[in-house]
Structures are given as C-alpha cells and as structure tokens.
C-alpha cells in the first residue's frame, strides 16, 4: 500500500481541467507533496464547479478535459513520482436529464434494466409502491409552471421529451400513442389510407400498442429504440407527416391565457412514471432517498452488488492500472450498510488506501472493524482547532454574546429545536415514509397494534432528534456494544421527554436492538432490520442539516468552533486532550488524513486561526464589538440585521478582512454573497425554502453602507487598527497550526490554496480560482534564498508576514523535513512533553520517537499577553519557559540551526529566530 506523504486537494472544475492540474504537478512535488488529491472527476452535471453531481461514472468528465489531456496528466504525475488520491461518490448521482441510468427509469418505469440503481419507492420491500417517482425540480407550482408555457413538449431524434428550461424528461412508450392518434384523421385525410408511410405509421401504433405485453427488459428497450427510429425516419423523409407531428407539437403545449388549451399537455404528464413537482414539495412528499434534502441528487442502491460492480468498474480500472492510489469515499454514512460497502470495495480494489468522509464526535471514535487507514481529517482539524481557543474565557464570551443579542442561549435546546424545525419543514416526507413503515411491522406485533401513524411519526422523529452522533452502524448480523449504549441511552433520554409515547418508545427500542419475538417468521425478521437499517440512514441528513447547516448559523458565540464536525458548546480543548487524541490516532488510524481545511469547511483555516485570538481578549472584544454596532445603528432598517446576525457579521468581518488591497474590492460582494447563504442557513428570518427579500435586502445593505469609507468613516477607523491586531496574532496560531498538521500522527492534508492564507468564506467562496503562477514564484525564491541566507530570508518573511510567503516557507521547510525522515513522522511513537516555567500553558510540544531516531515540535498559542502587536514571539520574551530533556544535539530543519541540550532546552533558544520549531535529534 502506498500511503501518502502530504496530499494536496485540487478542485477540479471546467475552469481548471487536466491540462491545468498538470501545470501545477511540478510545483507541488517542489512543494512537498506526494499525492494529489482530486475531487470527482467522473462525469458530472454540465457546468458543475464541484463534481459531486456525478451522471455516469463510467466515464472521465469531458468538461475536465479530453482523454489525452487526462493521460498526459497521468504521465506527468507519475514521472514526477506523484500518486493519485480521488475523491469517489458510492451515495448519489445527479436528478438530471444527463443521467442516462436515470432516465432510462423514467422513460421504461419497473421495465428499465436500472431500476434497482436508485432508492426510490419502487425498491422497497416492503411497501410495494407503484406511486410515481417524484420529480421536484420546477421554480414555481406544476399548474402555474404549466399553464405559463414553461413546461413544453418537443420531438427530435431521441423522441418525445417534456422540458422546462434545462431539464429534459423523456415521455413512456403509452404517451406516443396519445401524441400520435391526436388529430390522425387530419393527416388520414392529408395521405390518404393508402399511402405507403401512413401505411407504416398504422403498423408503428400497432407495435406500440403490443410492445408492453409481449416483451420486456433489454428486448422492449431495443424495440422502442427501433420504433423511434421508424417514427424519425418518417418524421424526416414525409413533410406532411413532420407537419402534422409538429402540429401536434404546438397543440399540445397550450396556449398561455387559455387553462383548457392545455388539458392534453397535462393529460399527458400524468401518464408518466414520473410526477412533475414544485421543488418546495419535496420537502412534505419524498419518495425517493436524496443526499441530505437537496432533490437534485437522487441516491443510489450501491447496496445491489451489480450497481456496486457497475458503479465501481472505471475506478477499478484506474487503481488496477495505478493511476489511482488512494481512494476517499464521500459520505460513507448514506450508505445502506456502510461496513459491507468497505468490505466489497476493499476485496475489489486490493491494498489501496482508503479514508472516509466521516464526522466523529469529540469522544466517539471509528468503528474498529472498518478496514481503512482512517478519515478525511475533520477529527483532527476541530482538535487542533481548539486548543487555540482559550477556555477558561468561556463564561466571558457567554455573557458578551446573551448581552449582545439580549437573551440567553442554551447550545443543546437549540440543536434540538433545529433538527425538529428540519424534521417537520425539510425531511417530513421521509419521517412519513419510515413511519409508514414501522406502521406496518407494528400491525403484525399485538403490542404495537393500536399505534397510530402520528403517534410513530412523532416518537421517530423524538428519536432521531436526540441522536448524539451521525449513526449507529447496526448490521443483519447484530448490534455492536457502543451502538447498543448509544441506542438505550438516547431511547432512556426519549420517554423522558414524551412520556405519552411510551408504549411506542419501547418498541422502536424493540426495533432497534433487534430484540426479536421468536414468533416472527423470517420475513417479519427481514422487515425489521430494513427499518433499522433504513432508520440509520437518515439521523446523518438529519445532523448534518439540524447543526452544521442550521445551528452553527444560529449560535454565534465564537464562530472560530462553528465547524464541520464541531461542537461549538465546547469551548476549547486542553493541551492534554490534544495529547490524547493524537496518541490514540497513533495508535490506532497512523495514516488518517489531518485537515485543517476542506472544499465543505465553514471557514478558511486562517479565519478561524484569527477568530481565536477574540478568545483571548473577551473585555477588548466587548468593547469594540459594542462601539461598532452603536456607530452603524443608523444603518439598520427596522432593526434589520437582528442582534444575532449583527454579531454573526462582525466576526465574519474581523476574521475574513483581505491582507491585501486589491483583494478589499470584491470582499463586500463577497461577505454579502456569505451573508445571504448564511441567514437562510439559520432559517430564523428567511431560508431556501420561504425567502424573505425584506430582510436580505437589509442586510446586503448593512454591509455595503458599513464598509463604504463615505458613509462608515468613523467605525472603519476603529475597526481596522483592531482587525489587524488580530490578523497579526491570527499569523501566529496559523504558522503553529501548520507545523502541528505536519507533525502529528496522520497525514497532512492541503486544500488548494492553503499554502498562503485562506481567509476564504463557505462554498463556493472557497471554490475561487487559486494563483498558482504567484505561489511557483513564491516558492522558487524561497527556494534559492533558503540556500544561501536563511535567517535574512526568515527575518524578510516575518517582517512582510502579511503576504503569506512565511507560511509557505513552513510548509515547504517541514514537508521537506517529513519526507527525509519519513517513517519517523509515519510511524513515531507520539510522546506528549510537559512545558515548565512561567509561560508554559502558552506551548504546546510534543515528540516523534522511532528506535534511535527522534523529532520534536514546538509551538506556541494564547500570544496576546506575551508580546505586543508588531513584535514576534521570539528569544526572551519566553523568559524561564524551558523543556526538560536528556542531552543531546539537535538540528532545526527550519532555520538550519544546532541547538545543544543538558538537561533542559529553553523555549527562548529553540524560538529564537522562527516562531515555531521542528527539532531533529543528530
């Protein structure tokens, strides 16, 4: 197995193809990198920025570049001695016309030979539903849509399609006949009966009218792929046989003014397997599984070993050929049985290392039975994180934040009440649909007989609501032991708070823990583990848009926690729990993934780096934050931004401001683009689903009157001496975090761009072109300079800090470092140090130990009240702070100097001359 060195992300989109990833291939082997890692390069929605909407991933996406373009990126990689990490997506494909599986559903219903592709209501077991699959992608209601002419009928070669806008749907075999034998006397009239191709269009009514019952499968798809073709050939070779077609093209799609006009159009729609719909209803009424609640990704069955092999063999191809080294599975947690996906991915594509995309709880940890080398790096990016908030300031910031926006907020209440508000306003059709069916296992059971449908709607609902983490991974063959602690405690925590439900808590408890009656017959025992394992699939969805995508856009306390994978109620993390987290990843997952920033973070990792520092200084933060919003009162529209989200903005401000000037001239475009995505997010004022133009309006005007120099002087005038004090001190908790991400058990991985600050917002913020050409300069100075005056370059880097070379000087010094001793950093023993003397709750240091071999790294935190802005943390400031060590020579690979130990190393020696410190022993 190749495991990685350091990966670097690369966000593949038609803007920046193959040909533009193998420019860049060059400089990040200079770099230090040793793998690329790719976002989704399977062919996706046309113009997708991101390649998660994959259609067919049987193919390279031809937006990326042509097939050569890919070789030749190939080549370059490999001559470079580059792997290959790719991002891959098992749960979901694109609701799209260009999804060719797809559509083959909703043009042949149940006789498609890709039924069993998707999750939709004609796979369930169960429930045996012929209902039509939904189709929620219209702008505005199906009448008002229809009767506007936006939904439209069309013919060409492929047949009758019905389109609205860019989506095309293709119509079923039954509606030709309809289409057909519309005013077929008109054109009988026209021919004649006689006439040789009227003759031929009577035969192609008879086909159509006997193909459904007399073939099926492939055989009726190539009949009707033959009968279109007779259909076109007449269409095209007769004109008045393409005129009378095209009459009937115009007749049925209505006249706008006139409702009756189109009875037919909508006659016709109604015959499909597909129903038309408001996106909105999507919301209430689900009958297929979706990635969280977004209906233009429909999920897949990779469950069924045929859409596993199908869906897999081009992948397979390319690790089999060693294109791909690596393979990150996104969101492992949709899958219907996650554990069996790994076991089948790992028996196809043989020793390859694999992470997954997986948020793990501060305490929870990976299930230990996964055969995979560990996560995408969100565990260790809250962790570290955290330690650079400063804890013990909590009670501060929660008396700033409850003054500021004039009431109390309790973290826990709130997560509960957002996911209720996603339960009953987003996910309502699938908590519908699981209590459907735990309605039915329940008729079958004597106890659970005179359950209602509401009744088991709300107990769900109560029990998914209280779920701690994603999902519990209970399988056909049994209940692990910390799922079944998680399922009591959250079942004991339930009839607490609905104690009327008992009856139905204790059999969904039951349910859960596969407590079978032995009267059950096989197949009611079948029934049950479908509900567990269907149940399972969604508290992932329901965290996922409950907290990440609603409250962390509500609780505002200290955006810097606001994370993926956070939990914001815990301010901070000690240096010993660091400590831990890392032994544990040592020894257990030595080859995960540590990010710091990812194409889903909240926040650039330099933000957050800067938000930190207000944890230092909560007085100074009060203050300042308080004077602000008492100079821009006079821009509010009835007191429009509210409180939390006034809050919310200047965080945003203080930690997102450019460095550079001419980086300022987009940033308000760009915070009000944030603003709107984040207060429809919180749901409080508007959301996606009911936008409120009043209330955005406010706040996009806020923003531009605030940073506008004419009619904001006086705030800008305080704001910005106090935002660059803390981009200042934000430098340095960024320059520490890199070296920990480096240094720490795992694999460092970088988010393109990242080499230089990223003071980037949420998606697709952080999608924005990355200047390559300026980060290659950037580093083949550094390169050349490295060689001959290492503390001038050093001294140069810190005195012009702000235009983020010195962290590219780090990232470039420790990565080189990595790779010369290698199986150090890879498999090191991680050994916490103590720190003595006065400052030492301001270092964090630890060391790597492999046989004769041994590293340390230190790094320093919490800058605020050690040195004035301006001034580094360097030599004495650090006063008696000291290690405890044996003697020993050691070499700092950073600033290429020796340093000699006794029996203590001080902190002001080893930080003498860069802020932070890598230590080798000689």
């Known amino acids: 197995m190749r495991i990685p060195k350091a ?155 019905v389109n609205y806008y860019s989506l095309k749907l293709p119509l079923r075999l039954e509606s030709y006949t309809k289409f057909i034998t519309h005013n077929l006397g008109k054109l009988t009239r026209m021919l004649g009966r006689n006439h040789p191709d009227f003759i031929k269009l009577l035969g192609i009514l008879y086909i159509l009218k006997s193909v459904p019952s007399e073939v099926a499968g492939k055989q009726r798809q190539d009949q009707i792929a033959f009968i279109k073709g007779l259909i076109w050939e007449l269409y095209t070779s007769n004109d008045d046989i393409h005129a009378f077609i095209e009459e009937n093209i115009q007749i049925f799609n209505g006249e706008p003014g006139n ?39 429909i999920s897949v069955k990779v469950e069924e070993l045929r859409v596993f092999n199908n869906t897999h063999s081009l992948i397979h191809q390319l690790v089999e050929q060693g294109i791909f080294t690596g393979l990150r599975i996104d969101h492992i947690d949709g899958l219907y049985q996650p554990t069996q996906y790994l076991e089948r991915l790992r028996e196809k594509m043989g020793d390859v290392y694999v992470t997954v995309e997986k948020i793990l709880e501060l305490t929870e ?34 008396h700033i934040y409850h003054k500021f926006i004039g009431k109390p907020v309790d973290y826990p209440s709130l997560v509960n009440e957002k996911k209720h508000l996603i339960l009953d306003k987003n996910l309502a059709g699938d908590i519908d649909n699981l209590a459907n069916l735990l309605k039915n296992i329940a008729s079958k059971y004597r106890y659970g007989n005179d359950f209602t449908l509401n009744g088991l709607k709300r107990a769900i609902a109560e029990v998914l609501t209280l779920f701690p983490i994603y999902r519990t991974y209970i399988t056909p063959d049994g209940i692990g032991d910390s799922d079944k602690a998680c399922i009591l405690e959250v079942m004991k925590t339930a009839k607490k708070q609905v104690p009327l439900l008992h009856h139905e808590m204790n059999f969904i408890e039951k349910v859960m823990l596969l407590e079978f009656d032995a009267s059950l017959t096989q197949t009611e025992r079948e029934q049950w583990i479908y509900f567990v394992l269907r149940m399972q699939q969604y508290s992932g969805p329901l965290m996922a848009k409950g907290v990440e995508d609603t409250t962390l856009y509500v609780y505002n306390r200290l955006l810097s926690l606001n994370e993926v994978g956070g939990n914001p109620s815990h301010f901070g993390i000690n240096v010993d729990k660091f400590h831990h987290f890392n032994q544990q990843h040592q020894a257990n997952w030595p080859h995960t993934m540590n990010a710091t920033a990812t194409h889903d973070t909240k926040r650039g990792e330099d933000m957050r780096a800067r938000l930190n520092v207000l944890s230092e200084i909560p007085q100074e933060w009060e203050e300042q934050v308080n004077q602000w919003s008492q100079l821009n009162q006079v821009h509010r529209s009835n007191n429009q931004p509210d409180r939390n989200d006034e809050y919310f903005l200047y965080q945003t401000l203080v930690g997102a401001f450019p460095f550079a000037e001419h980086e300022q001239a987009s940033f308000v475009q760009r ?141 470039l010094q420790a990565l080189k470092t990595r790779t010369q001793y290698l199986e150090l950093f890879q498999d090191g023993e991680y050994l916490p140090l103590e720190v003595h003397g006065t400052h030492a709750n301001h270092i964090i240091a630890f060391a790597r130990q492999k046989g004769e071999q041994t590293l340390i790294a230190i790094t320093p935190r919490f800058l605020t009240t050690l040195t004035p802005p301006g001034k580094p943390p360097l030599g004495e400031i650090w006063q008696d702070t000291h290690l405890k060590l044996p003697p020993q020579i050691w070499y700092n690979p950073l600033t290429h100097q020796t340093l000699q ?22």
């Open 901 to 922: 130990t006794e029996d203590t190393l001080p902190i002001a020696q080893a930080l003498t001359h860069f802020p932070v410190a890598l230590l080798i022993a000689q």
């Open 259 to 297: 409702s009756e006009s189109f009875n037919l159009l909508d006659d016709l729609l109604n015959d499909q397997f597909y129903r038309l719909a408001f996106w909105k209803v999507g919301a209430e009424e689900m009958n297929y599984r979706r990635f969280f609640t977004v209906n233009e990704l």
């Open 7 to 161: 990966t670097y992300r690369v966000q593949f989109t038609p803007e920046f193809g193959f040909d533009d990833a193998r420019a860049i291939a060059s400089y990040l082997a200079d770099l230090g990198i040793s793998d690329l890692y790719a976002s989704p390069i399977f062919k996706a929605r046309t113009g997708s920025t991101h390649g998660y909407d994959v259609v067919d991933g049987s193919q390279l996406n031809p937006q990326l570049g042509t097939t050569q373009a890919f070789e030749a990126l190939v080549a370059e990689l490999q001559s470079l001695g580059l792997g290959w990490l790719q991002d891959i997506v098992p749960n979901h494909m694109a609701y799209s016309s260009e999804n060719p599986y797809l559509m083959d559903v909703l043009e042949h219903g149940p006789d498609s030979s890709y039924t069993d592709y998707f999750d939709v209501c004609w796979n369930s077991p169960f429930a045996n539903s012929q209902e039509r699959i939904l189709a929620p992608l219209l702008g505005d209601f199906y009448g008002e849509s229809l009767e506007k002419g936006n939904i439209q009928l069309q013919y060409e070669q492929n047949g009758l399609t």
């Open 671 to 811: 915070v009000q683009d944030y603003m709107i995505k984040a207060i429809r997010e919180a749901k409080v004022h508007t959301a996606w689903l009911r936008p409120d133009n009043e209330y955005e309006e406010a706040c996009t005007s806020f923003i531009q009157k605030i940073l506008d120099p004419n009619l904001s002087r006086q705030f800008l005038e305080t704001f910005q001496p106090f935002q660059e004090k803390i981009a200042e001190y934000g430098i340095f908790n960024s320059l520490s975090q890199t070296l920990l991400k480096i240094a720490a058990p795992g694999v460092p991985d970088f988010y393109q761009g990242t080499e230089l600050w990223d003071l980037s917002l949420v998606d697709p913020d952080n999608r924005r072109p990355v200047d390559f050409e300026q980060r290659r300069d950037y580093l083949t100075t550094i390169q050349e300079q490295s060689k001959t005056d290492i503390l001038g370059l050093i001294s140069e880097l810190l005195h012009q800090k702000t235009d983020g070379r010195i962290k590219l000087f780090l990232t």
């Open 365 to 398: 940890d990976l299930p230990e039975n996964w055969d995979i080398q560990g996560t995408s790096g969100y565990d260790f990016l809250n962790y570290v994180n955290g330690v650079f908030c400063q804890s013990t300031n909590e009670s501060f910031f929660d």
